[in-house]
């Protein structure tokens, strides 16, 4: 029974993550179109390796750089 609603949960979750979108200003949208808050187009993810953990702005490389700033390292 525990595994059924665990299995559930997890379809739930994922048809509605595939439904967020960001616009090509960088917003997020949620399945209606309206805007949403970036938290929910955006999973938190790990860190990539070697990636450092910025206490203040965000990774870029192995680099913390201000949050308004634009990461160009692919």
Avoid at 39 to 67: F, Q
Wanted: proline share 5%.
């Amino acid at each position: 029974m525990l595994r059924a609603l665990a299995l559930i949960a997890a379809l739930a979750l994922a048809s509605t993550a595939s439904a967020q979108t960001i616009d090509a200003k960088g917003n997020c949208h949620d399945a209606k179109g309206k805007l949403a808050k970036m938290d929910v187009c955006k999973p938190a993810a790990a860190p990539a390796a070697g990636a450092p953990s910025c206490k203040k702005g965000k990774p870029c490389g192995k680099a913390c750089i201000a949050m308004d700033k634009v990461c160009h390292i692919k």
